[in-house]
């Protein structure tokens, strides 16, 4: 349990998922924006007794808040073109869906234009954040493969160049938590090392690699797949490919898609009993549109036509555009269709990001000592309540 001062904190009660599971007359006491206990009603300390509830719902279930690495925009904005307003924009909508943190994702550009980006994410993290927390930045791209753009522009894809991230650690330091880049291209053992030195997710996306190059990726340091299944090279019996080395190397966590679109349920269950408890991430790959009606947009500079909620390139209609989904929904869709258990889906979701961030003793868990992060959900896992740092959020 966490050290608690003399100064009130507040009570949350219900179903409390924990480490160690559920605690059915469960409640978790919050004080300074951090978890001093969660678990067992019956053993909250005495110091914490009188403190008042800020909730008690029939049959409601907290879980820790969802941790989403792989997020390009919402609310109508792309991280790619977006000011301090729009960013907040963007955390403000995916935070009323269950997101506390997230990593603001870009797409493959310029230089010129991943360095816009890049700058006014950095500045939006030097202010108060009054919704979701941008723990940083995940480059999926340009150092992809030109075989597999899918929604990214073929125009600005380049080898991986380690000098690029090194100028940009430079001029933002720490602000990079995550690489995408095709692991099989000139360049790419060298990035990955030097991601790898840094402690910084280097994670395999849009690639033609074949199995043997992906298993020297992993040897190297390489330890991601970015939306697993979709943009690599398909298992084959006799071709393993990339998503055959993802499915067979445990040092590969695994992100995935769950909006029924990308990944077909069934695939979904496979990939997470391969993976394990620990190996698979949920992610939205949500693009600006998400929260939005059906129309015209755009990802990046390409344009997009959603339909029936599905994003495509208005240019190429096979194309996927990343989602309009959310986290609760990939959430549901984990348990729902999926056929995860809980506990797991809640992992998925929470704990693992956070682990492939080197944040899991901050985020990621109802436990005392972190950050209180917290849903609250019912019966069904609709969404009725967000904490972000001990601060109810207004949905």
Request: with cysteine; hydrophobic share 45%.
């Amino acid at each position: 349990m966490a050290e608690v001062n003399q100064e009130s904190g507040h009570l949350l009660y219900g179903l409390v998922l924990t480490p160690g599971g559920i605690a059915r007359d469960g409640v978790v006491a919050v004080q300074d924006g951090i978890i001093v206990y969660a678990g067992a009603a019956r053993w909250l300390p005495e110091a914490c007794s009188g403190w008042p509830e800020s909730n008690r719902v029939q049959d409601g279930l907290l879980i820790p808040g969802f941790v989403d690495v792989h997020v390009h925009g919402g609310a109508g904005h792309d991280f790619m073109y977006a000011d301090a307003q729009a960013i907040t924009e963007i955390a403000g909508y995916h935070a009323a869906n269950g997101t506390t943190t997230m990593l603001a994702t870009t797409m493959t550009a310029s230089k010129e234009a991943i360095d816009r980006a890049l700058g006014e994410i950095s500045a939006y993290r030097s202010m108060e954040m009054p919704y979701a927390q941008l723990a940083g930045v995940h480059l999926e791209g340009p150092f992809i493969s030109p075989k597999w753009p899918g929604a990214q522009n073929p125009e600005h894809i380049v080898p991986p160049d380690v000098n690029w991230l090194i100028e940009w650690e430079e001029t933002y330091p720490g602000l990079i938590r995550q690489v995408t880049l095709a692991p099989e291209r000139e360049g790419a053992a060298e990035v990955i090392s030097w991601l790898r030195r840094r402690r910084i997710t280097a994670a395999l996306g849009h690639t033609d690699a074949a199995y043997e190059q992906v298993i020297a990726a992993a040897d190297a340091g390489l330890n991601q797949a970015v939306h697993t299944f979709n943009q690599m090279t398909p298992l084959h019996h006799r071709k393993p490919g990339t998503a055959g080395a993802v499915l067979s190397d445990e040092r590969i966590r695994a992100e995935v898609i769950a909006d029924g679109i990308h990944v077909h349920p069934a695939v979904i269950s496979i990939l997470a009993r391969l993976k394990g408890p620990e190996g698979l991430i949920l992610i939205t790959d949500a693009m600006s549109a998400a929260g939005l009606s059906d129309g015209e947009y755009a990802i990046g500079d390409l344009p997009v036509k959603v339909q029936d909620g599905v994003a495509r390139l208005r240019d190429n209609p096979d194309a996927l555009a990343g989602s309009t989904l959310t986290m609760i929904k990939g959430f549901r869709y984990l348990i729902q269709e999926a056929g995860l258990s809980l506990e797991d889906a809640s992992r998925a979701a929470s704990l693992n990001p956070a682990i492939s961030l080197g944040l899991e003793r901050s985020i990621g868990s109802l436990e005392a000592g972190k950050r209180a992060d917290i849903l609250l959900l019912d019966g069904a896992l609709n969404l009725h309540g967000v904490w972000v740092g001990g601060r109810r959020l207004e949905l």
